[in-house]
Each structure stands twice: as structure tokens, then as C-alpha cells.
């Protein structure tokens, strides 16, 4: 165990990097995760994160290829992330009956030309670390990407709390009022983008997706505000972390697949949790009469 907690928290251990990009994301993972889930756009941002895959490709083709440095797989994957949410936001807001033709073909067209882009240069990145991620990869240069894709993303998203939460809840109220709710739903759709990227290295582009909702699904049981279930989020994603990356060391297992894994574990405890007092309240030996129904999130 003091091996362990000597490669979490020392600087150069092993687990130090991840750990602090997993800490600065889970931040944003509170806030933003929160969004998508009470706006139901899950399927919008799987598709970005899995179109990121093409950023990442083109980033390491170039780096080989054409000698461009500067260009790290976390800023390619950041720049396809942006080109993936303006496509589907811009097509959802002006052709809505395109929009699941239109997510469909983003999220496969990314994910193909991102396997080409690896595959034209051989033994330089595994696809396999870009999909399920790769604790190795994660470099101090790009904790400085990642911190301040992190620290712009949550600003935006608490300095505008209220903007959107009308926008989440009540889009034609929000328009009613005066707000330019379409501009608001795509700036959403990139923030969840920068959220992507801010953690595709630890849990990967194909299970990142879980980790933005899970930990907002789980705190949304028992939230009565959304901006109690931004923190109450934020807490069980950085505790989901820490657990999946002390585990993944000691169990000598992938560290994305156990983050994931104890999310989901937690999530399941959590709902079967959230429903003992219904099943009490049927029972009419133990309590009279049902608890009344938790009002839904408020600001």
C-alpha cells in the first residue's frame, strides 16, 4: 500500500499525472456531465468523443510524417472534438430530422479516418490506447493542455449556471425570455467536447462517454438542485479515479476499464439504494403510506 500511495502522490510516481488530470477533470466532468445528462444529449457527446479518434490519427500522422511537433494527439483530438460539436449542433438546430443521420455519420467517418491516420504510420501509437486509454501517455506538457481546457470549460459553465439551466430544462421559455438558446446549446455541445478530451488519455475516447454521465446519473438520484449534483458528481468522479487508478495499479489491470467499472458499480448501488424506501412503502407492515416523490432539480 505504501508503494502505492508513494506512485499516486509523489511527483514521478507513475500514477501522479493521471492522477492530477483526473482530479482537474473530474471538475469539469461535475459541471458539464450535469448538463448533458439533465438536457438528455448523451448520444451528442458519445459521438464527439468518438470522432475525436480522427484528431488523434491526423496529429500522430503529422507528427511522423511532416515533422509538426507542436502538434500533440491532445490538440488534434481537441480540434476534431470542436469541428465534431459545431457539425452536429449546427445540423440538429437547422435540419433536426437529420440530426441522428447526421451524428451517426460524424461518429463513424471520425472513428475510420482516425484508424487510417494510425494505420499509415505503423508502430508509432496503438489504436488500443487511444480507445481504451493509456496512463503512460499522459505528459506534463499535457497537463498544461489539459489544465487549461479544464479551467476554461468550468468557468463557462459556472459563470453561466443560469443561462444554462434555462436552456437544459426549458429551451421555450429560455427563447421567450430573450436568450439566444441556440447559441447556448451549441456552446453546451463544445464544452462537453473540451470535457472529452480533457480525460480521453486515462479512460479512452470509447469509454469517456460513461464517465461524464455516470457520475451525474448516480448524484441525480438524491440531488434536489442541479448544482448540488455538479458537486456531488465531481466528488464520486475524482473518488472514481482515484479507486480505478489504485486498483488498475495493484490488480496489474487497464486503469480506463476500472474507472469505468467502479462508476458503474457505484451507479448500481446507488439506484438500488434510491428505490429501499419505495419497496418499503408498499410493504404496509413497516410504513402507512409512500414518501412523497423528490421534486426534480431546481436552480
Request: charged residues 10%; contains cysteine; proline residues 5%.
Amino acid at each position: 500500500m505504501g508503494d502505492v500511495v508513494r506512485q499516486l502522490l509523489l511527483p514521478g510516481g507513475i500514477l501522479f499525472l493521471p492522477f492530477v488530470v483526473g482530479l482537474m477533470g473530474s471538475l469539469t466532468f461535475g459541471v458539464v456531465g450535469s448538463y448533458v445528462t439533465v438536457r438528455r444529449i448523451t448520444y451528442v457527446a458519445a459521438a464527439i468523443s468518438h470522432s475525436v479518434l480522427a484528431g488523434v490519427g491526423f496529429a500522430v500522422f503529422a507528427r511522423h510524417h511532416w515533422g509538426l511537433e507542436w502538434l500533440s494527439p491532445v490538440l488534434g483530438a481537441f480540434l476534431a472534438a470542436v469541428v465534431a460539436a459545431l457539425i452536429i449542433g449546427q445540423v440538429t438546430l437547422e435540419a433536426e430530422h437529420l440530426g441522428d443521420s447526421v451524428i451517426s455519420a460524424v461518429m463513424v467517418i471520425g472513428m475510420a479516418s482516425g484508424v487510417l491516420f494510425l494505420a499509415r504510420t505503423p508502430g508509432y501509437y496503438s489504436p488500443m490506447s487511444a480507445l481504451f486509454g493509456d496512463i503512460l501517455l499522459v505528459s506534463r506538457r499535457d497537463l498544461w493542455v489539459i489544465g487549461g481546457i479544464n479551467g476554461a470549460t468550468l468557468l463557462a459553465g459556472v459563470l453561466y449556471y443560469r443561462k444554462f439551466l434555462a436552456v437544459c430544462f426549458d429551451e421555450e421559455y429560455a427563447r421567450l425570455r430573450g436568450l439566444p438558446a441556440n447559441l447556448y446549446f451549441l456552446s453546451l455541445l463544445l464544452l462537453a467536447a473540451f470535457t472529452v478530451v480533457a480525460m480521453m488519455q486515462i479512460v479512452g475516447i470509447v469509454m469517456v462517454i460513461a464517465l461524464l454521465t455516470l457520475p451525474a446519473m448516480t448524484a441525480l438520484l438524491f440531488a434536489r438542485r442541479l448544482w448540488h449534483c455538479m458537486v456531488a458528481s465531481a466528488c464520486l468522479c475524482a473518488g472514481c479515479v482515484t479507486g480505478g487508478l489504485v486498483l488498475s495499479y495493484c490488480l496489474d489491470l487497464p486503469s480506463g476499464p476500472v474507472i469505468v467499472v467502479l462508476a458503474g458499480m457505484v451507479y448500481l448501488v446507488a439506484a438500488l439504494a434510491s428505490r429501499l424506501p419505495l419497496r418499503r412503502a408498499r410493504n404496509p407492515g413497516r410504513i402507512a403510506a409512500m414518501p412523497p416523490a423528490d421534486p426534480p432539480p431546481q436552480a
